[in-house]
C-alpha cells in the first residue's frame, strides 16, 4: 500500500461554518434557467447529508488504528466539514423538494436501505473503501468543476459560491479516509472493487434523483439526455478531464495527493477574482 503524502504547503483543512442564502433560489431553476442543468446539481446533493454521515461514520469506526497525531487532528477537520456540508445540503435539498412537492425522505430512502444492508453484513474496513472511493470521485468532480469554469457559467451566485465552498473543502481533505484506511490495513483488492460498486451506485442514484426532480416538467426523454450529455461531455463539458484521475485510482501505488488540486489552491489563496472562500 502507499505511504501518506504531504498536501501542499499552506493547504490545511479548515471548517468554514458558512449558512448561504439559498431556501428560495433553490426551489428555482437556479442554472441560468435550464432545468436540466440545475437537476443534474440538485440530483447530486439529495446524495449529500446521506452519504456524509455515513463518511463520517465509516473514519471514526477505525479512527482508533490511527496513531499519527497529525491524521487524528485531520480525521477532526475532515468530520467537522462534513458534518457542515451535511446541514447546508439539507437545507438546500429541503428547499428543492418542498417547491417541487417531493419528499426528501423517500428519495434518500433507497440509499438509507443499501446502507442498512452494508452495515448489517459488511466489515467497517469495506465501508471505509466506499468512503474512499467517494471521496476520490468528490474530489476529482470538484477539481473538474474548477478546471471547467462553464460548469456554473450562468448559475445563481449564491448557488455558484454554495458548490465552490463545497469543492474547496473536498479537495482539503480528499486523502483523509485514504490515509485512515492506509493505517486500519485496507488492501488495494479491497479498494478496486469498491470504486466500482461506487462508480455504478452514484450513478444509478443520479439518473434516479433526476427523474424524480423531471418528472412533470413536460421535457421530453431526448432533451433531458441530449442536454445532460452535452452539459456532462460536451466540449467545454463539467467531466471534460476526470477520465485520467478517475483511472488513477486503481493505480496499486496511487495516492490522492497525486493529484494536488492546484486550481482549489488558487482559489483559496484569492487569486481568483471571485472571493467567496473568504
Known amino acids: 500500500m502507499p505511504q501518506a503524502r504531504a498536501k501542499p504547503e499552506g493547504f490545511d483543512i479548515e471548517p468554514r461554518n458558512r449558512?448561504?442564502?439559498?431556501?428560495?433560489?433553490?426551489?428555482?431553476?437556479?442554472?441560468?434557467?435550464?432545468?436540466?442543468?440545475?437537476?443534474?446539481?440538485?440530483?447530486?446533493?439529495?446524495?449529500?447529508?446521506?452519504?456524509?454521515?455515513?463518511f463520517i461514520d465509516t473514519v471514526k469506526r477505525l479512527r482508533e488504528r490511527v496513531t499519527d497525531p497529525v491524521l487524528l487532528d485531520e480525521v477532526a477537520g475532515f468530520t467537522a466539514q462534513e458534518a457542515i456540508h451535511s446541514r447546508e445540503?439539507?437545507?438546500?435539498n429541503d428547499?428543492?423538494?418542498?417547491?417541487r412537492g417531493l419528499s426528501v425522505e423517500k428519495l434518500e430512502a433507497p440509499i438509507r436501505r443499501r446502507i442498512r444492508w452494508a452495515q448489517k453484513y459488511r466489515p467497517p474496513l469495506e465501508h471505509l473503501a466506499m468512503t474512499v472511493a467517494y471521496e476520490h470521485l468528490t474530489a476529482i468532480?470538484?477539481?473538474?468543476?474548477?478546471?471547467?469554469?462553464?460548469?456554473?457559467?450562468?448559475?445563481?451566485?449564491?448557488?455558484?459560491?454554495?458548490?465552490?465552498?463545497?469543492?474547496?473543502?473536498?479537495?482539503?481533505?480528499?486523502?483523509?479516509?485514504?490515509d485512515v484506511y492506509v493505517a486500519a490495513g485496507g488492501t488495494v483488492a479491497m479498494r478496486r472493487r469498491a470504486m466500482l460498486i461506487v462508480t455504478f451506485n452514484l450513478t444509478r442514484d443520479l439518473i434516479r434523483n433526476m427523474s424524480h426532480l423531471l418528472?412533470?416538467?413536460?421535457?421530453?426523454?431526448?432533451?433531458?439526455?441530449?442536454?445532460?450529455?452535452?452539459?456532462?461531455?460536451?466540449?467545454?463539458?463539467?467531466?471534460?478531464?476526470?477520465?485520467?484521475p478517475y483511472r488513477d485510482f486503481y493505480r496499486r501505488s496511487f495516492h490522492p495527493w497525486d493529484h494536488p488540486g492546484d486550481l482549489a489552491i488558487r482559489y483559496r489563496r484569492g487569486e481568483e477574482d471571485e472571493p467567496w472562500f473568504v
Open 141 to 178: 468532480l470538484a477539481d473538474a468543476m474548477f478546471r471547467n469554469p462553464a460548469t456554473l457559467d450562468g448559475a445563481h451566485p449564491e448557488m455558484a459560491a454554495l458548490w465552490h465552498w463545497h469543492g474547496l473543502e473536498e479537495t482539503e481533505h480528499k486523502a483523509v479516509a485514504f
Open 19 to 54: 449558512r448561504f442564502d439559498i431556501e428560495a433560489v433553490a426551489a428555482t431553476d437556479w442554472h441560468g434557467g435550464s432545468p436540466v442543468r440545475t437537476a443534474i446539481f440538485n440530483a447530486l446533493s439529495l446524495m449529500f447529508p446521506v452519504g456524509e454521515q455515513y
Open 89 to 92: 445540503h439539507s437545507r438546500y
Open 215 to 244: 418528472r412533470g416538467r413536460g421535457l421530453s426523454p431526448f432533451r433531458i439526455w441530449r442536454e445532460t450529455a452535452t452539459f456532462l461531455f460536451g466540449r467545454s463539458g463539467a467531466l471534460k478531464g476526470i477520465a485520467r
Open 95 to 99: 428547499a428543492v423538494c418542498a417547491a
